[in-house]
């Protein structure tokens, strides 16, 4: 008897969306009256201390962080489904784009009353951090890509300059590193929620230290002076 698995034969599918699981990370920016805006989304990677951001050109965030080029990257928990998900089919645009409108989308001022979430001072930039967030991190634009031929999307390069983490996610210890076995961010695939579960297999990677993806943009944010020592 043979021990192989059963290989799966592929089929072509041509699928409208291909969001096969990213974390949630919500975006908080500066509107014109200074007043914070909140936005979830799940287009986002990281690579060292920056990030690539995908965001609507006519989203009000998008709006904002061209403007103002800051943001917090706040990660949720999968324990904050719930908040996350009363952001869902709310804009801080007015008018609400029609796309957005077709869609169900309706106009929300106030983004952290509405999700019962907490803002709190940043120290580099002028959008609040998120209390509840195991996770928020502040950045800067660095640099505004168009993709597609009809500039209806944008891909933001961030570069972080603070990142801030509740103490239960923080490997006992250190102050560099996050315990993956206590961090559980909220993961969105095709639309629906998702936490994270087990390890399942060991990783070869995580024999290579972190230190030794350390990157100049980490010494570079130790040189930002906070916002409060610049007054």
Known sequence: MS??????????IEPNILYFG?????????????????????????????????????????????????CVLN??????????????????ADPVPERKRERGYRHVADKFRRAGLTPVPSETVVPPRVAECPVAMEAVVEAVHPIGEDGGT???EVRVQRVW??????????????DPDAWRPLIMSF???????????PSTLAGIPERMY????????????????QV
Do not use: C
Not at 3 to 12: A, I, S, W
Not at 75 to 92: I, K, Y
Not at 165 to 178: F, N
């Open 191 to 201: 639309q629906k929620f998702y936490g994270l579960g087990p390890q399942v297999h």
């Open 154 to 156: 944008l891909a933001f």
């Open 3 to 12: 021990n192989m698995t059963t290989v799966g034969e592929h089929v072509r």
């Open 75 to 92: 990660l949720p928990s999968d324990a904050l489904a719930p908040a996350v998900d009363r952001l869902a089919l709310t804009t801080g």
């Open 165 to 178: 983490a509740h103490e239960e996610i923080r490997l006992a210890g250190t102050d560099d590193h996050i």
């Open 22 to 70: 990213t974390p949630v990370v919500l975006i908080s920016t500066a509107n014109e009256d200074g007043s914070p805006n909140l936005a979830p989304m799940s287009s986002a990677f990281w690579l060292g201390w920056r990030a690539l951001l995908g965001l609507g050109a006519r989203a009000r965030t998008a709006q904002n962080l061209v403007r103002t080029r800051e």
């Open 214 to 229: 350390r990157s100049d943009d980490l010494d570079r944010a130790r040189t930002v002076q906070s916002r409060a020592s």
